[in-house]
């Protein structure tokens, strides 16, 4: 549970940021959104293996 501290004379506005600033830290919403389907260990494995290819790309491309 997040608790956000309101202080004296502090505006809602600058609190309410404070919460969603906080609750996206926390990454709550990308696991809800990763939960709501099932996708199977090797499916996962091949998206981890082309992330880092296009990573490493990307790096070769600055050495150039």
Known sequence: MLIIPIKEGENIDRALKRFKRKFDKTGTMR???KRQQFTKPSVQRRA???KAQYIQGLRDQ???
């Open 31 to 33: 696991q809800l959104r």
């Open 48 to 50: 981890q293996i082309q």
């Open 62 to 64: 600055e050495e150039i």
